[in-house]
């Protein structure tokens, strides 16, 4: 079946550093992808919405400075975390929709740590 | 704009009892719904959707839910509770790509 792949799956790095999350589609073409973030116990919260080839449309309140999206191909969409702080420490996932389909397939999700 | 609310932050069943996870939802136009699960540190499984074809919907791990129009509800049910059940159950309505969640109900399996 679709999987979704994020790396890492944990990741700690120090406060005002850069972080980069990869969110690949495996085995499929993904036209879009979403990135959300979850804080423990808590919902999942849409950051942006990334668009092969476009520019990412991010969600009121999502610093897009703060939050770079980068979709560079069909089955590969970025997210890098800028000038890290101890308040991005969260569960980011990333999902993916098939470009021929509904589906919206989900990875499993990236833990960030900034210390 | 499009919202679900779970009723119930945390739902205790004991194994082999019916579980019911509540979801309504506000929608303008006819709503996609999802139900997702998400095991501890893991990512999200969709469990089942509804897309407007038949309002009773199964889904995996024996899982299934009721789409009704008239009370905007789709609640979740499986009628005997595993241990391995135990998880956050996710709602989320879908018009367009984008997914809504809402906030998540806990559900404990006791023995």
């Known amino acids: 079946g679709a999987v979704v792949s994020q790396h890492p799956s944990r990741v700690i790095c120090k406060s005002g550093t850069s972080v980069k999350i990869e969110c690949r589609s495996l085995d499929f073409q993904a036209t879009t992808m979403f990135w959300y973030r979850q804080f423990p116990k808590q919902s999942l919260m849409l950051m942006a919405t990334s668009n092969e080839g476009s520019k990412a449309t991010y969600e009121q309140g999502v610093e897009k400075d703060k939050f770079l999206i980068n979709h560079a191909s069909l089955t590969l969409s970025t997210l890098t975390v800028t000038s890290a702080h101890p308040e991005d420490s969260s569960f980011y996932i990333c999902?993916?929709?098939?470009?021929?389909?509904?589906?919206?397939?989900f990875g499993e999700g990236s833990w960030l740590t900034v210390v | 704009a499009q919202s679900v609310t779970q009723l119930g932050s945390h739902v205790s069943v004991s194994e082999g009892a019916l579980v019911l996870l509540r979801c309504n939802y506000s929608s303008s136009v006819p709503p996609y719904l999802f139900w997702y699960v998400q095991y501890p540190n893991q990512g999200l499984q969709l469990l089942l959707k509804y897309t407007s074809a038949a309002t009773l919907v199964k889904g995996i791990n024996g899982f299934e839910a009721e789409f009704k129009k008239s009370e905007t509800s789709f609640h979740l049910t499986k009628p005997s509770a595993h241990m391995s059940d135990a998880a956050e159950y996710f709602c989320a309505v879908s018009h367009t790509d984008k997914l809504i969640f809402g906030t998540g109900t806990r559900l404990q399996v006791f023995p």
């Open positions: 999902s993916a929709r098939r470009g021929d389909g509904n589906t919206i397939y």
